[in-house]
């Protein structure tokens, strides 16, 4: 039976000691190389909230000083012969899954289109909300960025609308409060499907 207990008998050298601490420092350190190479996961929001950010690092470089981060597993990272033809189901790598696309319009304030992608429409449909579409397919799944255009403090926010092919953008003042007539814009990306 083995004793237990903080005085069970056993003792450890200094040596052994110093040998297990550079065995755990060199463990840390290939997890947080190991954890900085998944930059396509981590986000910003994720670094802050378990404590990976600047103030509290933890020994985990912050996301915005990975370089590269968020393009996920480079070249030099995966091992040869890893990704071949035989690996990937046939369909599941084309072009069009590759390609990102963008959309964008510009608007006076009364909700004519000043420039916008190609059949892409803007129209005022009440007190500083703008309809802005149709895109070309179903925006759900891009990332859109609605703007003011003028220094009035006022803000832009954006919902899908009509089958997730447009955009409503509503303005409002500087408190928050009251919609309120602005030019604008928006830009629509879309990553690769």
Do not use: H
Request: charged letters at 10%; aromatic letters at 6%.
């Amino acid at each position: 039976m083995l004793a237990s207990g903080a005085n069970a008998g056993t003792t450890s050298s200094s040596e052994q000691l110093i040998i297990n601490q550079r065995i755990s420092q060199a463990a840390v350190r290939r997890s947080n190389t190991a954890l900085n190479y998944m930059g396509v996961i981590r986000t910003s929001t994720l670094d802050n909230t378990y404590g990976l950010n600047k103030s509290n690092p933890k020994g985990v470089t912050p996301l915005t000083q990975v370089t590269g981060a968020g393009l996920g597993w480079q070249t030099p990272q995966i091992r040869d012969g890893e990704v071949t033809t035989s690996k990937i189901a046939a369909g599941g790598v084309t072009q069009a899954k590759l390609s990102s696309k963008t959309y964008y319009a510009v608007w006076n304030a009364a909700g004519t289109a000043q420039k916008a992608s190609t059949g892409v429409g803007t129209s005022k449909s009440s007190t500083g909300v703008y309809l802005v579409g149709p895109f070309p397919g179903d925006v759900s799944g891009c990332i859109y960025a609605p703007n003011v255009l003028n220094n009035s403090g006022a803000s832009a926010g954006a919902i899908l609308q009509g089958g997730n092919t447009f955009l409503a953008v509503q303005m409002t003042n500087a408190t928050g409060t009251n919609t309120v007539d602005a030019p604008g814009s928006v830009m629509v990306y879309c990553p690769g499907s």
